[in-house]
């Protein structure tokens, strides 16, 4: 597979408000008795979004389609479970942007190209509310630059050079950066004697 | 930086490139799965129009979901049957070997592999579960891994990791009668704290370590994981060989002194350096049980529960939500607390030796009044080495329910759990609130002798104390 670099993502934006938005509530566990992510979509916050009786954003018609979704502090803590930016990602989403996120949340994003970046509270808060007042406009983030712009306006964002560079160059996607070893791959299991020497099981 | 480790020699070997992120990708030897942790990988292999690289180094078996009364097909829950039917179908659309209902080697991944054979001295290991660390008994370097690196690992037999500290942690001396390998490994996390192994691999060493059986390396090298190590391990020796010697997929003939020579030399050397060291006196370890919600909440059975006073700073917060949540009071003795159910089983100990343990102190008594009492072996053929020695008519007559292998009580993915606020005395690794199946659920993690001791008291109970009548012996014909 050659990789697929992310340098853009464009859309409308979605806004949650909340400190510490942990997993489960992305998406209970009572989801983890599945055998595919592919309907995962469907539960992002589901009982936050019953609690709620369709006041939640993720049921308003206006945000259906968004791209972006905008968070406070802490976002993705908690249990460790792929299964929160998989349903975020089958949802719709391809960006989060936030005051600061749970380091199991970032790099499980990354494994799916789906950048994390931070912002000041101040220009967090100030794209929320323009996503609450605006729910139409279209966004454009850019990942080099690490900025959004919209509406004419722009916003700094921030994000660790390692993660930047894996999403600039494609090289986010594990998989493909490990089956791109062929040689090597070959090279060391050619070394490991229980692979050849040792009746292998079977 | 360690060196001369068996980890560092085995990193070494199964080291393919340096990543541009600065990771390791690390060769593969062993894939393990599971119906839980495998259907979304598989899916996304399908969506990627990519195959199982090594399919002879995948191995699968079904454990998590399974019902431990009725294992007919199909599955009452139709969620655990559709889970187990995607498995099927997965191995069977891939060539992996499945060892389903009707292999007579079902059981829990971190049991079958050891008694197959499978896990190997020197070999990486990964499985989509934490207690992973489980086969590191056999000088394996072996760890739980996410969903997507199970897919990583389908598609190119390797993974990209950060290389691991070492801490050696050297226990000497020997265990008193009524002290299991289950109560060092929750001494060890009651001492250095369930995040003190965060970022390190463990070896455990010692002459207490040299004179445990592979079950009780096992059992040790299961709860690593509880001490926040992704993996430990035990440098290979003649038990180790032994234990493998004629298993199914152990080399044979020739190749069998080949590979004793070749595990010989992966073991640590004599001047390893190491991260860090600890070490602990086996004699000063009692029965351990734990009191709160975390297994490094725990105490031996004839402390009181602490008070926060004798906790550090850090730890008191944590302490008062385990006694709201366990309603137990800071300085009451734990032995004595009533107990709802005991459960016996899971990859922690759901051995052969561990249901002799168990059977020691069940044989000629009877498990309490109003108590629900069960022993799920952690394989098919656990359970029937068990029944050709009889001890499931042990248990039986003794008032436990002799169970159909699987994970059952250890977590809450399948009929076994808690209900309400009961109360378990259980020989699995998790303390969590509501791991045992029940929002309110509390667990009591202890060995399998302590289980049966509580069962048939009724009450948390020193082993010990049940022991002098049940000569007690810690080496079976395993
Ligand atoms: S017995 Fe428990 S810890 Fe072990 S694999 Fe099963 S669920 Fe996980």
Known sequence: MTPVPITTVEGRAIALQGHD????????????KIISFSGLGNHVFADDRAAAGGRHPFDYPEYQGARILVVNRNFGCGSSREHAPQALRRWGIAAVIGESFAEIFASNCLALGMPCLRGETRVVEGIQQLVQEQPDVHFRLTLAASTLHGLDRHWPLMIESGPQTMLLSG???????????????????????????????? | MSTGTLYDKVWALHRVAELPGGQTQLFIGLHLIHEVTSPQAFAM????GLGVRHPERTVATVDHIVPTTDQGRPLADPLAEAMLSALEKNCADHGLRLHGFDSGQQGIVHVIAPELGLSQPGMTIACGDSHTSTHGAFGAIAFGIGTSQVRDVLASQSLALD??????????????????????ALHIIRRLGVKSGVGHAYEFAGSCVAAMAMEERMTLCNMAIEAGARCGYVNPDQVCFNYLHNRPCAPRGAAWQRAVAWWRSLASDGDAVYDDEVSM???EIAPTVTWGITPGQAMAVDEVVPTPDQLPPGERPLAQEAYRYMDLRPGQPIAGTPVDVCFIGSCTNGRISDLR??????????????????????????????????????????????????CSMCLAMNPDRLEGRQLSASSSNRNFKGRQGSASGRTLLMSPAMVAAAAISGVVTDVRTMLSTAKHTRTGPD
């Open chain 1, 21 to 32: 938005i942990d997993t489960d509530r992305i998406i209970p566990a009572r989801f983890l």
């Open chain 1, 171 to 202: 090289c986010w996607d594990a998989t493909s950066l490990l089956l791109s070893h062929e040689n090597e791959l070959r090279q060391t299991a050619l070394h490991l004697p229980y692979l050849h020497d040792f009746a292998p099981p079977g």
């Open chain 2, 45 to 48: 292999l399908g969506e990627r």
């Open chain 2, 163 to 184: 290389k691991l500290n070492v801490r050696r942690i050297s226990i000497h001396g020997s265990l008193a009668p009524g002290v299991f390998a289950k109560d060092v």
């Open chain 2, 281 to 283: 006196d086996a004699g």
């Open chain 2, 357 to 406: 343990d168990a059977a020691l102190v069940a044989r000629g008594r009877h498990v309490a009044d109003g108590m629900k009492a069960f022993v799920v072996p952690g394989s098919q053929q656990v359970a029937q080495a068990a029944e050709a020695e009889g001890l499931d008519a042990v248990f039986t007559q003794a008032g436990f329910e002799w169970r159909r292998p699987g």
